[in-house]
């Protein structure tokens, strides 16, 4: 039987563009997954890995226009934002380099021999190390900085740890082409091509989590999609880390105080962020709590208002757009809830954006209404008008787990102290970034970044953006009363490669010119 052809797809038109590929067969995602076993003796070399990270920005960089185009004829997610994500993306690369120049991140420990203590220490250096092949699944939403390129890549390579990318189905020339640029930086470097592998098809991403080869696995992707690979990970013969990001609600409140402050920059703010990237991005608010009365009111009158101004847009395949039209209707339909904006179908190809309103106290016990406690991928959000704190937190102990948090506080409640730091520890249990006065939308790469958060936000503690995403791809290991000769030149006492570490619990750092 012949290999099913991978297809481009207009999502514009929903109409086929060009064959780009074929997807995987079981032969295939074993050849790729060893190829990438063989390979990974070549990103030992800090220097060397760091080199590549490096010129792949460049060349990435070089080849933006070519890029852009077909990733926009893919997603119509638009030039200007698909030009800013491919920065991003650069920069990404580029700040892993960093990390991988500067060692932190190996975590090396130095403990001498102390027979004092009770009981003694024995010579002990301790070190990370890479895990190895690393199965990677490309999200739909982000062709570039989630995707054969993105986070999970660059953080693995960076750890030393070859990946074998599972392409999305939403952008597979945009996944081919971005290959071909990794290849070449490979070439560059002295790098081989294996190190970054490339597969498509749904069976292939089955296959591939399960291939004894592979030990560790990225995902950004559905709660449904995720959990079964998550869970096809926990029961393979020998259990694989998984990290992925499955689903968000991203919940915000806003006080009443808050609301009478700043009524109609809350609402136009809320309007930008719920659909931005036609309401497609993970974290998008989908839940906000609003006080009842004539401030809450005026802040839905400016969300309206901003809203219809938004206009009609194209979601990032028609499946996508069928699920958005259904999910809204069914939230619409729910009793009690209303929609002062109508999110739903535009013509046969776009959607509009829209908001519901809901009682808060409809959301504070089970039932229909805990669909609206779902994510729905698209420029749609629920506005839950809260009677009182009472109200308000009863919603918040109802809550899954979240990427994001946010609350909007008055001048006073933010000043310090007091109220503003009831709520935000009221918040903090519920995601892994904490917003005050902003918007979820925007995953700035930065060292103190974390972008994750307790389950179904992720399968694991870990971030997925930030140097600290490096940590997912590596384990500890301890070298016990080990002759210097014998010990990786990262432990050995005169610190050849001047890594910073930890020596007899005293923090040493190299110097300048190391």
């Known amino acids: 039987m012949a290999a099913a052809q991978v297809w481009s797809v207009d999502p514009r038109t929903g109409k086929r563009r060009e064959q780009v590929a074929v997807e995987a067969t079981a032969a295939d995602v074993d050849h790729a997954v060893r190829a990438a076993h063989t390979a990974r003796g070549a990103l030992a070399d800090r220097a060397v890995r760091a080199a590549f990270l490096r010129t792949a920005a460049g060349l990435l960089d070089a080849a933006k226009d070519r890029l852009v185009a077909a990733a926009d004829a893919e997603t119509a997610l638009g030039t200007t934002r698909l030009t800013s994500e491919l920065a991003r993306t650069c920069h990404q690369l580029r700040s892993f380099a960093g990390v991988v120049d500067e060692g932190d991140f190996l975590g090396v420990v130095i403990d001498h021999p102390d027979d004092t203590a009770t009981p003694p220490v024995p010579d002990l250096r301790r070190l990370k190390v890479p895990l190895g092949v690393v199965a990677v699944y490309a999200a739909s939403n982000f062709p570039f900085a989630f995707s054969v390129p993105g986070g999970d890549t660059a953080s693995a390579l960076a750890a030393g740890c070859p990946v074998v990318v599972k392409a999305h189905p939403d952008h597979p020339h945009t996944s081919e082409l971005v290959a071909d640029v990794l290849h070449l930086a490979a070439e560059r470097t002295g790098v081989p091509r294996a190190v970054v592998g490339l597969v498509h098809g749904f069976d292939a991403g089955v296959a591939l989590v399960g291939h004894p080869l592979v030990a560790a696995a ?10 079964a690979l998550f869970d096809a990970a926990a029961a393979r013969p020998v259990p694989i880390p ?5 689903g968000s609600l991203n919940p915000v409140l806003v006080t009443a105080a808050a609301a009478a402050e700043r009524a109609a920059a809350i609402g136009t703010g809320l309007a930008g962020s719920m659909t931005l990237g036609v309401g497609q991005f993970c974290v998008k608010p989908g839940l906000v709590l609003a006080p009842t009365g004539a401030d809450g009111d005026a802040l839905l009158a400016a969300l309206a208002d901003a809203v219809k101004r938004a206009g009609e847009g194209v979601l990032l395949d028609h499946r996508m757009r ?9 939230r619409a339909a729910l009793p009690d809830v209303e929609a002062p904006v109508a999110p739903g179908a535009g013509d046969a190809h776009t959607v509009s954006p829209g908001f519901l309103t809901v009682p808060a106290a409809r959301l504070a016990t089970g039932g229909p209404h805990d669909l609206l406690l779902e994510e729905c991928f698209g420029p749609v959000t629920v506005v839950a008008r809260y009677d009182g704190d009472d109200e308000a937190t009863a919603v918040l102990s109802r809550l899954p787990g979240n990427l994001t948090a946010t609350v909007h506080l008055s001048a006073a409640e933010a000043a310090g102290g007091g109220r503003g730091a009831e709520l935000l520890a009221r918040l903090t249990p519920l995601a892994g970034r904490v917003l005050v006065n902003g918007w979820p ?4 790469v930065a060292p103190a970044q974390h972008h994750g958060g307790p389950y179904p936000a992720t399968t694991s503690t870990s971030t997925s953006v930030g140097g600290t995403a490096v940590e997912r791809w590596l384990r500890p290991v301890a070298y016990q009363s080990t002759p210097e000769a014998l010990l990786p030149p990262e432990l050995r006492d005169d610190n050849p490669l001047g890594l910073p570490r930890r020596v007899d619990g005293r923090m040493e750092l190299p110097a300048p010119d190391a």
């Open 218 to 227: 990225g995902f950004t992707g559905s709660v449904r999609g995720g959990r």
């Open 242 to 246: 998984f990290h992925g990001e499955l």
């Open 322 to 330: 069928d699920a958005f039209v259904a999910g809204a209707a069914a």
């Open 441 to 444: 939308t925007g995953v700035a």
